[in-house]
């Protein structure tokens, strides 16, 4: 068995699990009786005693798409525990026996397999054993491959049917309609379906359709993916990536340092939107998503022309995190995207609405002449000496009166900010929102949420 080291138990995470190490020439299951005690180096020397003849310095495992994440830390390892529970409490819920953590070590050279001292091993292959598949591996690890193919396959053709999913709880509620978390039985894995309520014409519903076609073809690690969207009835239904951490805007104030990297993932979100020559139309904090691997997403961005015209006329109201031009009803472009991520921001580093005569209560919608404010008076600064030069200046500059003074794409790339914190460091984030989620856990465990 592993003999783990760290001492930072958690009530989540105590539970055995079995982790599958997968070398060339076969794999090696071992059981890990407590995992937040396990750390990076005893699971590199597990791996160095499978795979004697190899230099191994890292390993990998596999996300719900199928992409390889790298682990080289203590807390990457820590993401990669918390991703595996997740997807562990989503299996069973679903009635299904968790798989167990596969990892793929990063080394050169053929292994010859050997028993390892210490490692309680399970079977190889694994025909009946409980804690695992109930195939042989290499039965189960085709179809597995098979299955994650398909359904690629299927998910980017838009082809999952409203019987296959299975509602589970409500994530959030927003102007234009509330937001599922949901379970796709074919694909055997978990989606956040927005369900918008639209009373239209059938040849609107085409039309929006054909409209959101154009998210099938974005393909960026900072854009939420999008799986599908289908009418029922006078419902749509948007399916997209679960993200396990939600929404920015639930979180309290954030510290620079991570908003730092999340502003990075943003930045490079809004660019290729604007290379693909769509304007996102509704940056706000509620619509920048995050989860537990410290990866930053958006969502929610206007593709379709008819949808927001359709959901706009059931829900009165213009949005508080929109530039002064669009407040005023001028002509608006990539700068008035700018604005609202400057204006987020700063709201994400105070805790607060940067206009504290505008009382934002529920949502982002307000009535126009609240607003006015924004059109009106001079932008406001974030406070001196409490955050960053570089950052106060970030802000400033998106948040620029004229649109054209404010930074372009390229600008926006290259301001000293972006630079500083664009060093692809996921684990920061990543170690946050465990935080937070964690802390928020234990306060509803003691029901003061
Ligand atoms: P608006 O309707 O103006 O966009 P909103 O962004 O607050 O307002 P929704 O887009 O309906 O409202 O989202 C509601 C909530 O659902 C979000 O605040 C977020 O917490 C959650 N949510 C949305 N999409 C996802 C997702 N892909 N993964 C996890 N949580 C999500
Ligand atoms: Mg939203």
Request: proline share 6%; net charge negative.
């Amino acid at each position: 068995m592993l003999v783990p080291r760290l001492n930072n138990l958690r009530a989540m995470d105590t539970e055995a699990i079995v982790i599958r190490i997968k070398t060339p020439s076969g794999d090696m299951d071992s059981s890990v009786d407590y995992p937040s005690l396990l750390n990076f180096n005893d699971l590199l020397v597990a791996i160095r005693d499978v795979m004697p003849e190899a230099t191994v310095t890292a390993f990998e495992y596999e996300d719900e798409v199928g992409d390889r994440i790298t682990v080289r830390s203590d807390e990457e390892l820590k993401a990669m525990l918390s991703y595996y529970f997740n997807t562990m409490h989503e299996q069973r819920m679903n009635g299904l026996l968790p798989d167990p953590l596969q990892i793929f070590p990063r080394a050169g050279k053929t292994p010859g397999i050997r028993n390892i001292h210490g490692l309680k091993v399970n079977t190889r292959p694994n025909p009946g054993n409980d804690c695992t598949h109930t195939v042989p591996d290499s039965i189960a690890n085709n179809s597995l491959k098979k299955s994650s193919a398909e359904l690629k396959r299927i998910l980017t053709n838009g082809q999952i049917n409203a019987q296959d999913i299975h509602y589970q709880e409500q994530l959030g509620h927003g102007n234009g309609g509330t937001v599922y978390k949901a379970y796709h039985v074919i694909g055997n894995r978990v989606l956040a379906v927005k369900v918008i309520p639209l009373d239209i014409t059938v040849e609107l519903q085409k039309q929006i359709m054909s409209e959101l076609e154009i998210l099938y073809k974005c393909d960026s690690p900072y854009i939420i993916t999008f799986f599908s969207a289908f009418f029922v009835e006078n419902r749509i239904s948007i399916c997209t990536e679960f993200m396990d951490g939600g929404s920015l805007d639930v979180f309290k104030r954030i510290p620079e340092h991570v908003l730092g990297r999340i502003a990075v993932a943003v930045v490079k979100g809004l660019t290729y939107l604007w290379s693909l020559k769509i304007l996102h139309r509704d940056v706000k904090p509620s619509n920048m998503l995050v989860n537990t691997r410290g990866q930053v997403k958006l969502c929610d961005f206007g593709v379709s022309t008819q949808l927001v015209n359709s959901i706009a006329k059931t829900y009165v109201g213009t949005n508080a995190y929109m530039a002064p031009e669009r407040i005023s009803g001028e002509q608006y472009g990539i700068h008035a995207d700018v604005w609202s991520v400057g204006i987020s921001f700063m709201e994400l580093a105070l805790g607060m609405f940067p206009y504290p005569q505008i009382q934002k209560n529920q949502g982002s919608l307000m009535p126009l002449q609240l607003l006015q404010c924004i059109v009106d008076e001079d932008p406001p600064d974030l406070p001196v000496g409490q955050f960053s030069e570089k950052f106060v200046h970030f802000i400033t500059q998106c948040m620029r009166r004229h649109p054209k003074e404010r930074p372009a794409p390229n600008n926006l790339m290259e301001h000293s900010f972006i630079i500083q914190y664009d060093d692809g460091n996921a684990e920061v984030v990543s170690m946050w929102v465990c935080c937070c989620l964690e802390e928020r856990r234990a306060q509803q465990a003691q029901g003061r949420v």
